[in-house]
């Protein structure tokens, strides 16, 4: 059975950093990309990051360039989503996405196979 399981979610300050990880299972993940989507209350689910197989091409969205930075490590078949100067804003449940297809458009919300649980993130101000 596939799974991903994220965690690292909790409240936190404006300006403070937080880390997201996303362990997956039941597949081999190297091959296919993954990402990250977010959704915050009332509002409809949005992408937020992604990452090819290799690791070599990143995605983001406009909102959080420059201040979310992901990365993948393949032999722990697990994701991380570093967040950086968290505002108010990005407060929101976060899921881990990922593709069967190698080059799966995640960034465009297209492919999109797998999805976690989410793990929520609060930001006061």
């Known amino acids: 059975q596939v799974r991903l399981d994220e965690s690292g979610g909790g409240l936190v300050q404006a300006g403070d950093s937080l880390r997201l990880s996303c362990a997956a299972s039941?597949?081999?993940?190297?091959?296919?990309?993954m990402g990250w989507f977010r959704q915050a209350p009332g509002k409809e689910r949005e992408f937020v990051a992604a990452?090819?197989?290799?690791?070599?091409?990143?995605y983001y969205a406009d909102s959080v360039k420059g201040r979310f930075t992901i990365s993948r490590e393949n032999a722990r078949n697990t994701v991380f989503l570093q967040m950086y100067s968290l505002k108010p804003e990005d407060t929101a449940v976060y899921y881990c996405?990922?593709?069967?297809?190698?080059?799966?458009?995640?960034?465009?919300?297209?492919?999109?196979?797998?999805w976690g649980k989410g793990t929520p993130v609060t930001v006061s101000s």
């Open positions: 996405v990922s593709s069967r297809q190698p080059h799966g458009r995640i960034s465009q919300g297209q492919d999109i196979d797998y």
């Open positions: 990452i090819s197989w290799s690791g070599g091409t990143t």
């Open positions: 039941g597949r081999t993940f190297s091959f296919y990309p």
